[in-house]
């Protein structure tokens, strides 16, 4: 240890020899590990192991700055890397990557994550991609509020859920327009080509779509698209997910020419919603989003908005500055599919942790079920795939409603409906609970 207490490097390099002699026989002695703690183990053997990445990335750093890698033979950092550290040799451009970033004083927010193990590596690489794109269309000011906000979300979604973060951001904190001028801009690569038949006698296509087309294709195959039990069996609807989805579309189109065939115009099988804050539709600032299917969490620019809201099949919510809600009462035991569609806005798909089952494939589940005297109401309700609906009836599982989102206490047996609502947030606070991913970002975190 050295004078302020930290470990010193010869330390590090010391306790690192000996844990790699002793995970090399790890094979031979993990048994005596008690079977109830080997996630524990394996969580702190993740974690070391991201630590020892961002040791590597520290190291390079270090071995930039002063000229080693220069002086080497090396033909790049990404050689350097793969000649000395070989057991990282795939990882070595990601490396090299990062740290560069350690060498920008203004991607510290990225840097403090990558020190902490607190964003994995290719994310980082991600998040500073995605920022460096971004950093001239946004607000004077809004740099270091986008960075962290890009970190947060990349430590929790990884780099898909970074770079859909890209809309979100300009539609917040870009400058005048840069939304709307973007999505204009997608619009003109929307393609579809022409059919390549392929030896099996089959047919294929490729399809581009912008935001726009695609909140109205998922709309148009949802419903149809749906797992469908067999009506004689009761068994499983078997077909893969890609095979529904194009059968949907299919069946969707031939909907769509028989009713133009008669002169009428088709009814659409679903519908789109929209929800929108009402100073941004006035504004035209903002954006609204798109909830309730696969394309949940999808931005549309507020002209766009505007433009859809005349369609008879596209539903906007317009929400003031309270919202609107519904309490039916408890003598309604079904929920109406007014009361579905607020939470299709509010839920975004399955509640379940880490199922993300879009929206109106859910049933609305009774969080105090309706035989106990739950009423059918939205601080009641909960959006649950069938799955998940029969896993919290099975393990009877408590929910409740907390500033908008539904948390479970997933330990078996947690429902009780005659406890006091205080009794039962005290009971999940102390629960083994996962948070639920949501569709679209989180408000910024500052």
């Not at 550290?85 to 070595?92: F, L, M, T, Y």
């Not at 960075?147 to 979100?168: D, F, S, T, Y």
Request: contains cysteine.
């Amino acid at each position: 240890m050295n004078g302020t207490g930290e470990a010193s490097v010869a330390d590090i390099r010391e306790h690192a020899a000996a844990l790699s002699a002793g995970l090399k026989t790890l094979h031979t002695n993990v048994f005596q590990c008690p079977t109830g703690e080997l996630g524990d183990f394996l969580s702190e053997l993740a974690e070391l192991r991201a630590l020892a990445g961002a040791a590597c990335v520290i190291v390079t750093a270090d071995a930039e700055s002063r000229g080693v890698i220069e002086a080497s033979q090396s033909a790049s950092t990404r050689g350097w890397v793969a000649e000395h550290g070989w057991h990282s040799r795939r990882e070595a451009t990601t490396i090299a990557k990062a740290a560069h970033i350690l060498r920008r004083p203004e991607l510290a927010e990225i840097t403090d994550s990558i020190r902490t193990a607190d964003l994995d590596l290719p994310t980082a690489v991600v998040v500073q991609g995605e920022y460096d794109k971004l950093a001239p269309e946004l607000l004077l000011g809004a740099h270091p509020i986008v960075l962290k906000q890009l970190v947060n979300h990349g430590a929790e979604h990884g780099p898909r859920g970074v770079r859909e973060l890209r809309q979100w951001i300009l539609a917040h904190h870009g400058k005048q327009d840069e939304l709307a001028d973007f999505q204009d801009r997608c619009r003109r690569h929307i393609s579809l080509s022409s059919p390549t038949e392929t030896s099996t006698g089959l047919h294929e296509y490729r399809l581009v779509v912008d935001n726009e087309g695609l909140t109205i294709l998922e709309a148009a195959i949802q419903t149809l698209s749906a797992p469908r039990p067999d009506r004689d069996t009761g068994e499983l609807d078997g077909r893969p997910v890609d095979r529904r989805r194009g059968e949907a579309l299919i069946d969707a189109l031939r909907r769509s020419v028989l009713a133009q065939g008669q002169g009428v115009t088709a009814a659409p099988t679903a519908t789109v919603n929209v929800t929108i804050n009402l100073d941004d539709l006035q504004q035209r600032a903002g954006a609204g989003t798109c909830t309730g299917t696969i394309a949940d969490g999808t931005l549309l620019a507020p002209d766009t908005v505007r433009k859809l809201a005349c369609d008879a099949g596209i539903i906007p919510m317009v929400l003031g500055a309270d919202g609107a809600v519904l309490d039916c009462g408890k003598e309604q035991r079904l929920f109406t599919l007014a009361q579905k569609r607020v939470l299709w806005q509010r839920d975004r798909h399955c509640t379940f942790p880490g199922c993300d089952i879009p929206a109106q494939w859910c049933d609305a589940h009774h969080l105090v079920h309706w035989i106990d005297g739950g009423p059918t109401d939205l601080d009641n309700a909960a959006l649950l795939c069938p799955a998940h609906h029969t896993i919290v009836h099975r393990d009877e599982l408590n929910g409740e409603v907390t500033a908008g989102q539904v948390i479970w206490d997933r330990r078996p047996g947690s429902y009780r409906p005659t406890r006091r609502p205080e009794q039962a947030r005290r009971s999940a606070a102390g629960s083994n609970r996962l948070p639920r991913q949501r569709g679209a970002p989180l408000p910024l975190r500052t």
